[in-house]
């Protein structure tokens, strides 16, 4: 983006007092220069980043800050921010695009090593606003396809993002991930704390959670703030270490009463959300936690950026997109930056799941069978030649194995979950009746080959017990 301004960036050392240590970001034709005096980094907590910058043509010092714009715009003087900017604001994030909003402090009344050291909050107060830069996220050609596919295996998906929460609302939408499109509801939070609930599409609905019970919202869908989370959690919280603890969701308590908000209502929001906006890494990470600890889902993540490192490493299987930081954090990197990797993930973790319990079963059968032949063997003192067991082993028993290793994926996600531990009844009651089935089988086989005595001639089946028997009265 800052390539197609034509700018450019330049590191300057000792040049003079307004550019000592800085760099300068010059225009093209060089008439036009700005010295870069301090970075203030992006914060995830405080959604913004801000520069101190330097004027050598008016000898003085500015602030500029981009971030989210409901935080800009708590920066900005009362009257720097119009109601227009604040409706163009939801009306461009309700349509899909991800808008940062821009101010500045064109007069920093503060010298040179002041600005260095002053705190941030002074630095990013009483801003002016300067307008809202916008960008369109568009929808990459596979995400549809991965996740319409991931829906039809009964698999959820959750949208976990730092965006805006209209903006991820609308996004949801386009890919199915919010499956009922007429019933989304979004929390915000007043201004004394309250968190509320409102339709995405008339805001004017308010929505409790008594209303859940209803007919038209009992398949609502549900995309919560990270400010709305917090304020939840901390109630949840806080609610625990009361020895009676408030209503809880069975009695019908609106969740716009944050007070009453009890762990009970925290389950059930975990289990109708299915967009989170505006979070932290931390809460990122401690959502994950939540589905797999409260309520025993096995969660898996993307993600291709630092914030999603700590949800990452929570989740049971973490796939960066990117191999940047997240890369680190994960145990999966894929090479194709969209999330059409999961679902290669998830064919390939059952098809080895599979394949490895049809081994254990194949060499746990084997060996059952060999026994019960071996010990019908012995019943007439006899047993398998060493050739025999050769042949068994080598050429029988060692192909199977080797190849059965190598049974690929299924070529889609199915809704039908593979069986996941080995001692359970599906297992162990399939190789029993195998084993029994086996082992009649060579009973059957052996009683029928004794009682095959032809008439007039000697029997075609003489047990070596009873062959050693006639020779030692022969002799």
Known sequence: ????????????????????????VRSVDGDSEVGLVR????????????????????????????????????????????????QQTDSLTKAGYRVLALAHKPNLQLKWAKALRSPRELLESDLEFLGLLVM??????????????????????????????LT??????????????????????????????????????????RDFSLPKFSQC???????????????????????????????????????????????????????????????????????????????????????????LKSAHVGVSLSEAEASIAAPFTSHTPNISCVLDVIKEGRAALVTSFQCFKYMALYSVIQFTTVVQLYTINSNLGDWQYLWIDMFIILPLAIFMAYTGPYHKVCNRQPQGSLMSVPVLGSILGQSIIASGFQIAAYEYTARQVPVGRPSLFIPITQSAMVHTKVK
């Open 221 to 311: 869908d549900l995309a919560v703030t990270g400010a709305a989370f917090k304020i939840m959690l901390d109630a949840a919280v806080e609610s625990s270490q009361i020895n009676q603890p408030p209503p809880s969701l069975a009695d019908g308590v609106s969740f716009s009463n944050s007070n009453d908000f009890t762990w009970q209502d925290w389950d059930c929001l975990l289990d109708k959300a299915s967009i989170f906006a505006r979070m932290s890494p931390d809460q990122k990470q401690y959502l994950i936690e939540s589905l797999a600890d409260r309520r025993g889902c096995t969660v898996g993540m993307c993600g291709d950026g630092a914030n999603d490192c700590g949800a």
């Open 39 to 86: 970075q203030l980094e992006f914060n995830s907590d405080l959604q913004r980043m801000s520069v101190v910058c330097s004027s050598p043509q008016s000898n003085s010092l500015f602030v500029v800050t981009k971030g989210a714009p409901e935080v800009v715009f708590s920066l900005c003087l009362p009257g720097s921010v119009t109601k227009e900017a604040r």
């Open 168 to 209: 991820a609302g609308t996004v949801a939408r386009k890919c199915a991930i919010s499956r009922n499109a007429s019933q989304l509801l979004l929390t915000t939070v007043r201004e004394d704390g309250v968190v509320c609930w409102t339709s995405l599409d008339d805001p004017s609905v308010q929505v409790s959670l």
């Open 1 to 24: 983006m800052f390539e197609s301004t034509g700018w450019s960036l330049e590191d300057q050392t000792g040049a003079s007092e307004h550019s000592e240590g800085a760099t300068i």
């Open 136 to 165: 369109e996220n568009r929808l990459k050609k596979e995400t549809p396809g991965t996740i319409e596919q991931l829906n039809s295996a009964d698999i959820r998906t959750i949208m976990v993002t730092g965006d805006h929460v």
